[in-house]
């Protein structure tokens, strides 16, 4: 019979969208100490589910990845998390967790679930580490937006990603707005490059969440059933979509033998409008995971797909029946 899982590290890593958590992960993973056996959860705001896919195109065996998409591990009555974070852990048994909300969640309500009863003995907090791109600082749709907000007052590690592309005033600005908030006293802030953050940080205690705290539930967690038992319609794709926090996403799964012309999948990437695209694509060129947030389109090539993936999030109104009809036109449904 199997140990008690407990004591096992536990770290958040949040940030807006396109902060650019996904990368850090995935920086993080190529970083792991050989002999430790980690479990990643990743949460997404759409609903068909990118992240795991990215996140698994070039792990090693001893990193275990879990999705809950379509935005729900954050909400108040978090269920789905609770039943895929205990079977992540069931068959993971690892030493440390990490947890990658969606850019649009609330990082309190992801602790509140850890820091639960249930939880107790089995998860100990590490630092939440948010990633922030601090460009974003000069924006009011960012800084009046409660959940970038929540970010970076739950950050007990703030990381400025993407700092290479910064003006003169960028970071101080960030620093300025955190010394503004009282957010920064006893956090560590810090410039990133491509996400590449330091180990060290994951393994700080948090201080951003105190004793005490009560979560809204401490149920235990029930059963999940891993299988996706997707029937496709003739036309050979789904389309999903879901809406809150003042953004939308947009999302289509292909069935597996449909195949992209790669050239003109990566302009329709670039030309888009959209805040976020992220995709799991097999090409004419091979596999590949796509990832947009506005800078330029990265390209992650992959093993091998179940099926083929994208997911659009935009701000207010996004033509999806146009880029539904470009990016049907840059496929082969066979």
Not at 274 to 280: H, N, P, T
């Amino acid at each position: 019979m199997a140990e008690p899982l407990s004591g096992i590290a536990t770290n958040i890593i949040t940030g807006f969208l396109g902060a650019g958590k996904s990368t850090a992960i995935l920086d993080l993973i190529s970083n792991k100490p050989n002999d430790e056996n980690w479990a990643i959860l990743v949460n997404e705001f759409g609903e068909v589910g990118i992240d795991g896919g990215l996140l698994s195109a070039n792990h090693s065996e001893k990193v275990h990845i879990r999705e809950v998409p379509g935005g729900c591990m954050c909400c108040s009555a978090g269920l789905p998390m609770l039943m895929a974070m205990n079977m992540l852990l069931a068959r993971a048994r690892p030493q440390r967790l990490i947890i990658e909300p969606t850019g649009l969640g609330h990082p309190s309500e992801v602790m509140n679930v850890l820091s639960g009863e249930h939880y107790r003995d089995v998860l100990d907090i590490h630092s939440t580490v948010t990633l922030v791109d601090a460009r974003k600082i000069a924006d009011p749709r960012y800084t009046n937006h409660a959940t970038f907000n929540e970010q970076l007052e739950m950050g007990d590690v703030i990381a400025a990603s993407k700092s290479d592309l910064y003006g003169p005033a960028d970071f101080d600005d960030l620093r300025s707005y955190l010394t503004q908030k009282n957010w920064l006293e006893q956090r560590t802030l810090a410039r990133v490059v491509d996400g590449k953050l330091d180990l060290e940080w994951l393994d700080q205690k948090s201080k951003s969440w105190g004793e005490g705290k009560q979560p809204p539930f401490a149920g235990s967690p029930l059963p999940s059933s891993e299988t996706d038992h997707r029937e496709f319609p003739p036309e050979g794709y789904i389309r999903l979509s879901n809406q809150a926090e003042g953004f939308a996403s947009h999302g289509w799964i292909f069935r597996p033998e449909t195949t992209f012309n790669e050239k003109e999948i990566a302009a329709l990437l670039c030309n888009s409008k959209a805040d976020r695209i992220k995709a799991l694509l097999l090409t004419d060129a091979g596999a590949f995971g796509y990832n947009f947030s506005g800078d330029a389109v990265q390209r992650v090539p992959l093993n091998a797909l179940n099926d083929s993936r994208i997911e659009v999030i935009a701000a207010g109104e996004f033509p999806a029946a146009e880029f539904e009809a470009e990016l049907l036109a840059a496929c082969d449904l066979q």
